[in-house]
């Protein structure tokens, strides 16, 4: 008499058997579609459907990129996760076009700063991250993100931007990143003031006529802040944003005051240093009007400097040396002011309203990226022994010059590579960067502009027609700017900054209980 087991185990047999000999069980004729994937339940072999998911991301698609991701990455998440990963790529500076995506119900989750998430989350673009799925299906990429990474993505403590990636933030946008091989062919050892800067212009203009001096014009009030404005310490309320600054905070200060930007000594500044600039042929019109210009030349290795992060000469190093074998990047700050410690706005990323019923594979996704050290590497650095080398000192050299998922966004200290030509001494200052730094004062706060949405759409349209010519040099400040202030305050700006000033007072209030 067959006990239970033993009648169990007979009937286990028999149906594989019944498997085998209709060939449905054979491992090396598993499909990648989702057909193939799915059993006679519907439900794929970790009980999960298959389900599409898309990632918006910025720059270029070289083959071997597009390669990776279509088929080398695709199928390894397709295989562990069930999920099936489309990568679409759009040029820097598709703000607008992004937004069309969001607004047509689009599903898919985009690298993002928290500059404007009010304004995303109240057009309703945005899905909210439940913090109950984020420990649920996001452990590991909540352990290894710092807890204020998490807040500087909320609003009304709700989560609409995941932080992705951890490593060193102070000075970000404080420094400036420049190529040190340029400076040495003219003589200059270092720079510390704006006259070093001017000086680095005119000498490396006249070796290399055709070369950009700064690519990213919209930056340059962040990257000179110290030498410009060195009583304050300006730190953004609307983010990193390329696109708008109105309003800031001064981070040396212990108080809540909101100052508004245009009417600071900055803008003063910037707005006629970016003129005498233009007026010496140190910056072109063309670059301003049409920014991809100038980072086609920095990537091409015809650009002096660039604004700076902690991380941006090694994580420029590879492709310049791809262009120019003895680049050498280094990072200085112009003035002297204490770093401050942020968390970056473009290291998160956020899920669209149309793709809410999915925020917890979303979650899974960027939870498996920080789940292992395997993963990690194939994210950044591609397929081992094809794409990449490993050191037996643990660095990395590249066999390719193309880039994957760009390692700027994912780095993290636990799991982060070096190349093998980054100095050891630049490693290590780096891993201190924050030593000392001070935190930016208005980390956590998120801007809700619903009281101010009709002002807000008033002023961006004033600040591309007025303030963008004034502030890049191209209109006279002391002729232009005050019909253009008055322009921004009929549009609404006072308005703007009362609200900006009401909502952060109460906020900072209550870090304070």
């Known amino acids: 008499m067959f006990r239970k087991k033993n009648w169990n185990l007979l009937m286990s047999v028999l149906l594989c058997s019944a498997l085998l000999i209709t060939g449905c069980s054979g491992k090396g004729n598993e499909s990648t579609t989702d057909e193939a994937a799915k059993g006679a339940s519907g439900e794929t072999k970790n009980n999960q459907e298959v389900v599409k998911l898309t990632l918006v991301n910025f720059g270029d698609l070289t083959p071997r990129r ?33 937004d069309l995506m969001f607004a047509s119900g689009e599903n898919f989750a985009t690298y993002a700063g928290t500059g404007g998430l009010g304004e995303k989350v109240n057009k309703g673009f945005l ?20 807890p204020d990474a998490w807040d500087s993505g909320k609003l009304e403590g709700k989560i609409y931007a995941m ?3 951890n490593k060193p933030y102070a000075g970000d946008f404080q420094l400036i990143t420049v190529r040190q091989d340029l400076l040495d062919e003219v ?89 005498k600039w ?101 994210l950044a650095y591609g397929v081992l022994d094809k794409d990449y080398k490993l050191e037996e000192n643990g660095k990395v050299t590249k066999l390719v010059s193309d880039s994957f998922f760009d390692e700027w966004q994912l780095f993290n200290l636990k799991y982060g590579r070096y190349f093998s030509n980054v100095p050891d001494e630049f490693i290590e200052t780096y891993k201190k960067t924050d030593e000392g730094s001070i935190q930016a004062k208005n980390i956590g706060f998120s801007f809700d502009a619903r009281p101010v949405q009709a002002e807000v759409a008033k002023i961006q349209a004033v600040y591309s027609e007025k303030i963008v010519p004034i502030e890049y040099g191209l209109y006279d400040y002391d002729k232009y700017f005050p019909e253009a202030l008055k322009a921004l305050n009929d549009a609404g700006l006072e308005k703007y900054v009362a609200e900006m000033q009401k909502q952060f007072s109460e906020w900072y209030s209550s870090q304070s209980k």
């Open 278 to 378: 233009q007026k010496e042929g140190y910056i072109s019109e063309a670059l301003i009007t049409n920014p991809e210009l100038g980072l086609a030349d920095w990537n091409a290795g015809k650009a002096l400097m660039n604004r700076g992060t902690s991380a941006y000469p090694m994580e420029q190093l590879p492709n310049l040396v791809s262009k120019v074998p003895n680049g050498k990047l280094v990072n200085y700050q112009i003035g002297d002011q204490p770093l401050m410690a942020s968390v970056r706005d473009n290291t998160k990323y956020s899920i669209s309203i149309g793709g809410q019923k999915d925020v917890d594979r979303y979650l899974q996704l960027f939870n498996w990226m920080f789940s292992s050290q395997e993963n990690y590497d194939l």
């Open 66 to 98: 597009t390669e990776f991701l279509e088929k080398d990455l695709h199928d390894k998440i397709l295989e562990e996760l069930n999920i099936d990963l489309t990568f679409k790529f759009l040029p820097w500076g598709s703000n607008q076009q992004v």
């Open 187 to 275: 003589g200059i050892s270092e720079l510390k003031a704006l006259e070093d800067v001017e000086s680095a212009f005119k000498l490396v203009k006249e070796k290399h006529p055709d070369y950009t001096m700064i690519p990213e014009a919209s930056h340059v009030k962040k990257m000179f802040r110290a030498a410009l404005m060195p009583d304050q310490l300006f730190t953004p309320m609307e983010g990193n944003s390329t696109a708008w600054t109105y309003t800031y905070v001064d981070s040396l200060a212990k108080d809540d005051k909101v100052y508004s930007f245009y009417e600071s000594e900055l803008f003063e500044k910037t707005a006629k240093m970016m003129a």
């Open 163 to 165: 932080p992705v990636g």
């Open 127 to 146: 899905a909210e991250i439940p913090q109950e799925s984020i420990d649920q299906h996001a452990p590991q990429l909540k352990e290894l993100t710092r």
